[in-house]
Antibody, heavy 125, light 107 residues
Framework: EVQLVESGGGLVQPGGSLRLSCAAS????????MNWVRQAPGKGLEWVSY????????YYADSVKGRFTISRDNAKNSLYLQMNSLRAEDTAVYYC??????????????????WGQGTMVTVSS | DIRMTQSPSSLSASVGDRVTITCRAS??????LNWYQHKPGKAPKLLIY???SLQSGVPSRFSGSGSGTDFTLTISSLQPADFATYYC?????????FGGGTKVEIK
């Protein structure tokens, strides 16, 4: 079964750090780009970060740039998000999501086709 | 950044109703538009990619249309399992952005 399982969430004080993990199974993890997406309480989905399959390309949302670091270990089928200098507005459920490239009429489109169940991060004193 | 605007933000409908949700991009995104269904406590689920292509395993009562800046998700006959929040998302450029969501509730 294709599966993503996040872990590492919890309660942390403002200014603190946390490292999230996402364990992949049921597919060739090293072949896919991966992302982190979050949802603050009562809010919509917000893309956080992207990493290519070979780790050559990384992107961040402006809201986390300079504070969060995405990484992956293809040998361990794992994705990570190191979160530093955490703020109250980082409180959210964090999802890892696989980016899948579809071919439609000869053009390549991408979408998040597999998601984990999420891990809750609460930043509060 | 490309801003995605969904409407309505919520709607009430009955089982069997035809439901339409719209999504507008702040600039042209061609067909780089995806739709997701999200239920509380669950992983979001991909419904439609490339504006109108149905993801494998998704019931055919879901359909997507549009191109450029204006897009639509239609549920032809609402079923009990369809009560959820729906999000559009553009994959045209980074930062990848989502619409604010449309919550579909039981009337």
């Amino acid at each position: 079964e294709v599966q993503l399982v996040e872990s590492g969430g919890g309660l942390v004080q403002p200014g603190g750090s946390l490292r999230l993990s996402c364990a992949a199974s049921g597919f060739t993890f090293s072949s896919y780009s991966m992302n982190w997406v979050r949802q603050a309480p009562g809010k919509g989905l917000e893309w956080v970060s992207y990493i290519s399959s070979s780790r050559n390309t990384i992107y961040y949302a402006d809201s986390v740039k300079g504070r969060f670091t995405i990484s992956r270990d293809n040998a361990k089928n794992s994705l990570y998000l190191q979160m530093n200098s955490l703020r109250a507005e980082d409180t959210a459920v964090y999802y890892c999501a696989r980016l899948y490239y579809f071919d439609s009429s000869g053009w390549e489109f991408d979408a998040f086709d597999i998601w984990g169940q999420g891990t809750m991060v609460t930043v509060s004193s | 950044d490309i801003r995605m605007t969904q409407s309505p933000s919520s709607l009430s409908a009955s089982v069997g109703d035809r439901v339409t949700i719209t999504c507008r991009a702040s600039q042209s995104i061609s067909d780089y538009l995806n739709w997701y269904q999200h239920k509380p406590g669950k992983a979001p689920k991909l419904l439609i990619y490339a504006a109108s292509s149905l993801q494998s395993g998704v019931p055919s009562r879901f359909s997507g249309s549009g191109s450029g800046t204006d897009f639509t998700l239609t549920i032809s006959s609402l079923q009990p399992a369809d009560f959820a929040t729906y999000y559009c998302q553009q994959s045209y450029s980074t930062p990848l952005t989502f619409g604010g969501g449309t919550k579909v509730e039981i009337k």
